[in-house]
């Protein structure tokens, strides 16, 4: 790999992430280069932020033809992904925990959802979606047993606090949190809360705003 900063901004890596998925759609498409200009529009910014984040990356091949769709999705891939397949849990199968597992599964080589755990008899002990459900009891151990680094947690938010000592305790280096409380970890555990309440909320303020306005 090339010798890139480990202090990438954290937006940064998720601008990456969405270019990554561009590119991608244009390789299928048969693109085989793109100007920073068409890459900003797509993602409603400008060619100057793009040609930054890529900078920031040690990517500079920006030639007459524009980037190379192809060199530049190995490019970021080797900034994004783990050399190894990383393993995922999810906390909580049901409505959201399953939409959630079917969405992601099959997507991306590098990160594979291996396993769920609620405490529902119902789910427990089942194949759901082709992931074992186990009970929470079993969490630590099986989080051992599959190698587990990342949990999805998508159980009722009244329960999310309770969750936090045993995510610690099992070794966990990354949590996606969807309930809508909030949570903090110890330094080493990286956690990123998303709040679909505050996110659609966002959403409708903007579209108020668009009509008064207008």
Excluded: W
Aim: charged content about 25%; some cysteine; proline content about 4%.
């Amino acid at each position: 790999m090339s010798n890139v900063p480990n202090n990438i901004p954290e937006k940064t890596i998720e601008r990456l992430s969405e270019y990554r998925r561009t590119l991608l759609s244009c390789h299928e498409q048969g693109i085989t280069h793109i100007f920073s200009h068409i890459l900003a529009g797509i993602h409603g910014i400008t060619a100057v932020q793009v040609r930054r984040d890529l900078m920031l990356i040690g990517f500079s091949s920006d030639t007459k033809k524009g980037y190379d769709v192809e060199v530049l999705i190995d490019f970021i891939s080797e900034i994004l992904d783990n050399p190894n397949v990383v393993n995922i849990g999810v906390i909580g199968i049901g409505n959201l925990g399953q939409a959630l597992t079917k969405y992601f599964n099959g997507r991306r080589s590098k990160l594979s959802i291996v396993a769920s755990f609620d405490v529902d008899p119902d789910k427990v002990g089942k194949i759901i979606d082709g992931i074992p459900c186990y009970d929470m009891s079993e969490f630590e151990n099986k989080v051992a047993e599959h190698d587990i680094k990342i949990v999805i947690l998508s159980s009722p938010t009244d329960v999310a606090s309770e969750l936090v000592l045993p995510i610690i305790n099992a070794g966990i280096k990354g949590v996606l949190n969807f309930t809508s409380k909030p949570l903090n970890f110890p330094r080493g555990i990286f956690v990123e809360n998303y709040d679909i309440t505050t996110v659609l909320e966002k959403v409708a303020y903007f579209v108020k705003e668009n009509e008064e306005n207008s």
